[in-house]
């Protein structure tokens, strides 16, 4: 069975500052990790997958995020916060034969101006 | 292309009425999953086709809700005598493999409230 924690359901940030999502994960096999941004009334978006091979993963919009398996954590971050994006973040977990995605409960990030 | 679609976009029920809800994934995508979303919380897995073939319904709540994709393309959820706890956001989502290594592209789903 896999579980993900994201700590914090609420994240606000000024303008131009760091962007920091946090994503702890429960897996018994080598987990694949995803971050997907909800923005309202719409679909998951996917940011950013981990499945092997480097630890370090670029997404869109300027995202990323470090596999850290000592921590059982992958989390989020972009350097410098843009109003556009607002948005609810969510982290999900696979073990890559189960085709399934097990979702955190999300974090809603706030820009502040 | 079209991404995902799903419709209606709303759905308001009273206490036990059937409702449908349908999903369109992106052409040629193999595979079609539905998730439930409650309000302030993650997806949740419902169930998993590849094709027309319903591999894992595992998380389906009851045996209310049902799920087909007859002709390996579009899919409904059905929900029978809704129930209060059904209020809910139903994500569709497709990909175009049967693993979840590749993307899972999500539709806008679909907001249901049950009265």
């Known amino acids: 069975a896999q579980s993900v924690t994201q700590l914090g359901s609420h994240v606000s940030v000024s303008e131009g500052a760091l962007v920091l999502l946090r994503c702890n994960y429960s897996?018994?096999?080598?987990?694949?990790l995803f971050w997907y941004v909800q923005y309202p009334n719409q679909g998951l978006q996917l940011l950013l997958k981990?499945?092997?091979?480097?630890?370090l993963v670029k997404g869109i919009n300027g995202f990323e995020a470090e596999f850290k398996k000592s921590e059982t954590s992958f989390h989020l971050t972009k350097p410098s916060a843009h109003m556009s994006d607002a948005a609810e973040y969510f982290c999900?977990?696979?073990?890559?034969?189960?085709?399934?995605?097990?979702f955190g409960s999300g974090t809603q990030l706030t820009v502040l101006p | 292309g079209a991404g995902v679609s799903q419709s209606p976009r709303y759905k308001v029920a009273k206490r036990g009425q059937d409702v449908a809800l349908r999903c369109d994934p992106i052409?040629?995508?193999?595979?079609l999953f539905w998730y439930q979303q409650a309000l302030g919380q993650g997806p949740e897995f419902l169930t998993y086709?590849?094709?027309?073939?319903?591999?894992?319904k595992s998380g389906l709540p009851s045996d209310r809700f049902f799920a087909e994709r007859p002709e390996g393309s579009v899919s409904t959820l059905k929900i029978q005598r809704t129930q209060q706890e059904d209020s809910a956001v139903y994500l569709c989502?497709?990909?175009?493999?049967?693993?979840?290594?590749?993307?899972?592209?999500f539709g806008p789903g679909t907001r249901l409230l049950v009265l």
């Open positions: 999900a977990v696979s073990d890559g034969s189960a085709r399934q995605l097990t």
């Open positions: 981990y499945t092997t091979g480097a630890t």
């Open positions: 989502a497709s990909s175009d493999s049967g693993t979840s290594l590749k993307t899972q592209y």
């Open positions: 052409s040629g995508h193999v595979s």
């Open positions: 086709f590849q094709n027309e073939a319903q591999l894992d």
């Open positions: 897996s018994s096999v080598p987990p694949y």
